[in-house]
């Protein structure tokens, strides 16, 4: 979907730090986690919550009272007057919803939106659906975290089956993979440079509530340190395949925010009055079971309605569950490996699912700003063999 006029003002995009599942986030529900965030994002940035008309929840994991949705976000922050959608795009949650604000102001029926991403993997539900025509009347179960990575109900294989799948079409050896894995560590690494300067820029720490006191989230939890001779020690998931656990990401906790507003509320309400144009956004498919090639379709569409070509774009950030996605793109789009994700990637620091994309994006605009502007392209994979991308122009 291709866009004129909206606009995410810059420093009003941002991340908690992720935290590795079953960590210092495991306890804090997720949804009081984003209000706690997205409150204090806001005040540190000057825009108060109720000149925000739209406020949208990205949100893939149900937490208790999560039934209020959207409307519990946005009364808590003292906009209650407004509300909006909850959307749930599995890994591309991030993408539909920057294009759902996008669209909104488009077509003029807000001038300032909010899009409140959030989940949190640890002690993910256990559904239990009533059955009466199990024995006994046994109810059917299955944990909504878990379950989904095993097992695609239309395919019969799982996520980690669909990165072998996809590195078997690819040609891709262990080696390959191994190389992609340390490229991606050393990118976030470099990132953590100079007391971690980039990133307070644009993340904002977690306050977890104790009986006595509180604790806080300041910075990534979880990362595991990465060196080649340690990738190659590790065994396949799979026997016979290129995928270890040091080539695929984690689950994790987080939340992440954007604003989308009209250009000249964008630049009013943004540091400096600089803005990064949403250029356009695009979803797409692959074949069953090949998850890491969709963002490739996603990229393709955002890019035709941007009327952008690759050779356009001057940096990409990517959700990259398995190394074997940024491989199949670079190949396929005939982009270098060493362009993508400069500040890290889910690869390394973990996936939410929701809010992982708009950590992507919100790095991708901060990496494009920090070379004086350019186009960019973010394109992450989802469950389904699906993805989402959006492409953004952020000028000097």
């Given at each position: 979907?291709?866009?004129?006029?909206?606009?995410?003002?810059?420093?009003?995009?941002?991340?908690?730090?992720?935290?590795?599942?079953?960590?210092?986030?495991?306890?804090?529900?997720?949804?009081?986690m984003a209000v706690d965030v997205t409150g204090r994002a806001l005040e540190?940035?000057?825009?108060?919550?109720?000149?925000?008309?739209?406020?949208?929840?990205?949100?893939?994991?149900?937490?208790?009272?999560?039934?209020?949705?959207?409307?519990?976000?946005?009364?808590?922050?003292?906009?209650?007057?407004?509300?909006?959608?909850?959307?749930?795009?599995?890994?591309?949650?991030?993408?539909?919803?920057?294009?759902?604000?996008?669209?909104?102001?488009?077509?003029?029926?807000?001038?300032?939106?909010?899009?409140?991403?959030?989940?949190?993997?640890?002690?993910?539900?256990?559904?239990?659906?009533?059955?009466?025509?199990?024995?006994?009347?046994?109810?059917?179960?299955?944990?909504?975290?878990?379950?989904?990575?095993?097992?695609?109900?239309?395919?019969?294989?799982?996520?980690?089956?669909?990165?072998?799948?996809?590195?078997?079409?690819?040609?891709?050896?262990?080696?390959?993979?191994?190389?992609?894995?340390?490229?991606?560590?050393?990118?976030?690494?470099?990132?953590?440079?100079?007391?971690?300067?980039?990133?307070?820029?644009?993340?904002?720490?977690?306050?977890?509530?104790?009986?006595?006191?509180?604790?806080?989230?300041?910075?990534?939890?979880?990362?595991?340190?990465?060196?080649?001779?340690?990738?190659?020690?590790?065994?396949?998931?799979?026997?016979?395949?290129?995928?270890?656990?040091?080539?695929?990401?984690?689950?994790?906790?987080?939340?992440?925010?954007?604003?989308?507003?009209?250009?000249?509320?964008?630049?009013?309400?943004?540091?400096?009055?600089?803005?990064?144009?949403?250029?356009?956004?695009?979803?797409?498919?692959?074949?069953?079971?090949?998850?890491?090639?969709?963002?490739?379709?996603?990229?393709?569409?955002?890019?035709?309605?941007?009327?952008?070509?690759?050779?356009?774009?001057?940096?990409?950030?990517?959700?990259?569950?398995?190394?074997?996605?940024?491989?199949?793109?670079?190949?396929?789009?005939?982009?270098?490996?060493?362009?993508?994700?400069?500040?890290?990637?889910?690869?390394?620091?973990?996936?939410?699912?929701?809010?992982?994309?708009?950590?992507?994006?919100?790095?991708?605009?901060?990496?494009?700003?920090?070379?004086?502007?350019?186009?960019?392209?973010?394109?992450?994979?989802?469950?389904?063999?699906?993805?989402?991308?959006?492409?953004?122009?952020?000028?000097?």
């Amino acid at each position: 979907m291709k866009f004129r006029d909206a606009h995410i003002p810059f420093g009003l995009s941002w991340t908690s730090p992720f935290a590795k599942w079953q960590g210092p986030l495991a306890e804090v529900n997720s949804l009081d986690m984003a209000v706690d965030v997205t409150g204090r994002a806001l005040e540190a940035r000057g825009l108060p919550p109720e000149e925000i008309t739209e406020w949208t929840l990205g949100c893939t994991v149900p937490q208790q009272y999560g039934f209020y949705g959207v409307t519990l976000v946005s009364r808590r922050l003292g906009a209650g007057q407004y509300g909006g959608p909850w959307l749930s795009r599995a890994c591309a949650t991030s993408a539909v919803v920057v294009e759902h604000l996008a669209t909104q102001v488009e077509l003029g029926a807000h001038a300032t939106t909010i899009g409140v991403i959030t989940d949190r993997t640890s002690n993910g539900p256990l559904m239990l659906y009533s059955s009466q025509r199990s024995t006994g009347g046994a109810p059917l179960a299955e944990h909504w975290v878990l379950d989904p990575m095993k097992l695609d109900p239309t395919t019969g294989q799982s996520m980690n089956d669909t990165a072998e799948n996809t590195a078997v079409d690819g040609g891709y050896t262990r080696e390959q993979v191994d190389e992609v894995a340390l490229m991606r560590y050393e990118q976030y690494v470099s990132a953590l440079a100079d007391d971690r300067a980039i990133q307070r820029r644009y993340m904002v720490p977690v306050r977890v509530p104790r009986r006595k006191g509180e604790d806080w989230v300041e910075e990534d939890h979880g990362v595991f340190p990465t060196t080649a001779e340690g990738l190659a020690k590790l065994s396949p998931v799979k026997p016979g395949g290129v995928v270890t656990y040091g080539a695929q990401t984690h689950p994790a906790d987080g939340c992440a925010g954007v604003v989308v507003a009209t250009a000249d509320r964008a630049r009013e309400i943004g540091q400096d009055g600089i803005t990064a144009q949403i250029l356009a956004t695009g979803f797409g498919r692959a074949e069953p079971a090949y998850m890491p090639k969709a963002p490739v379709a996603a990229a393709r569409v955002a890019l035709a309605d941007a009327g952008i070509e690759m050779s356009d774009v001057d940096v990409v950030t990517t959700h990259n569950p398995f190394a074997v996605n940024d491989l199949w793109f670079a190949d396929q789009m005939g982009y270098s490996l060493e362009r993508m994700n400069p500040y890290g990637s889910s690869l390394v620091y973990g996936h939410p699912q929701g809010p992982t994309g708009a950590r992507a994006i919100t790095e991708l605009i901060y990496a494009l700003h920090a070379r004086g502007g350019g186009i960019g392209l973010f394109t992450g994979c989802a469950a389904g063999d699906s993805a989402g991308a959006v492409v953004v122009r952020v000028d000097g």
